[in-house]
């Protein structure tokens, strides 16, 4: 079984500074994918940044990094220079195989970003 | 190139009775899944399916719940005789492959009074 676990409910930041996220997972599987999602309050799941497990190169988009610790069971989201719109609920998701579309996920972190 | 699209986007059901919650997905994806959402938590995995075939039903509750994705037509998410705890957030996902990335509709509000 998989499981994802994200110990921060809330969390808040001030505009323009960096915030980071946690999560850890566990999982049997030799391959998988981790994955940050972002949901506004009109519910619409937004993919944020993924990560091949594989890969040892932590993946970035942007403003948004996540620190990738294997051994660990470790993935991590930083926001860089925070803005409003950044405002949601954010999950962190597992897929284990070679399917991405099933997900596990965590129980997010609302994230709140104060101007 | 439209999104996956669901409808409808709020469902009011009385207790007993029937909810179809729809899914088309984006254009040329063939894999769907289904997810619940209950307040305050994480989606919840329920059911996988491509073209006329369900692949894993591993989240799907035993009683009431059933999918389908026809040749032709959007996914149905079908849930019969409705009770109180059933009222939750349902999304679709669909990806073009298993392995490529899945993008998730708006979903569906689902109340059950």
């Known amino acids: 079984a998989q499981t994802v676990t994200q110990s921060q409910p809330e969390m808040s930041v001030q505009e323009a500074e960096t915030v980071t996220l946690s999560c850890t997972y566990d999982t049997s599987e030799n391959n998988y994918y981790l994955f940050w999602y972002k949901q506004p309050p009109s519910r619409q799941m937004i993919l944020v940044i993924r990560q091949e497990a594989y890969k040892q190169q932590n993946a970035t988009e942007n403003r948004f990094s996540v620190n990738f610790q294997k051994a660990a069971k470790s993935f991590s989201l930083k926001i860089s220079d925070s803005q409003l719109g950044d405002t949601a609920m954010y999950f962190c998701?597992?897929?284990?195989?070679?399917?991405?579309?099933?997900?596990?996920f965590g129980q997010g972190t609302i994230l709140t970003v104060h101007p | 190139n439209a999104g996956v699209m669901q409808n409808p986007r709020h469902l009011v059901r009385r207790r007993g009775q029937e909810a179809r919650l729809r899914c088309s997905p984006m254009?040329?994806?063939?894999?769907v899944y289904w997810y619940r959402q209950l307040p305050e938590e994480g989606l919840k995995f329920m059911v996988y399916l491509q073209k006329e075939n369900i692949i894993d039903e591993s989240g799907m509750p035993k009683e009431r719940f059933s999918a389908e994705f026809p040749k032709e037509g959007p996914s149905i998410l079908r849930i019969q005789q409705v009770v109180r705890g059933d009222s939750a957030a349902y999304f679709c996902a669909s990806s073009l492959r298993a392995n490529t990335e899945a993008f998730f509709g708006q979903g569906t509000r689902l109340t059950v009074v």
């Open positions: 998701a597992l897929a284990g195989g070679t399917s991405y579309g099933k997900l596990t």
């Open positions: 254009k040329g994806h063939s894999h």
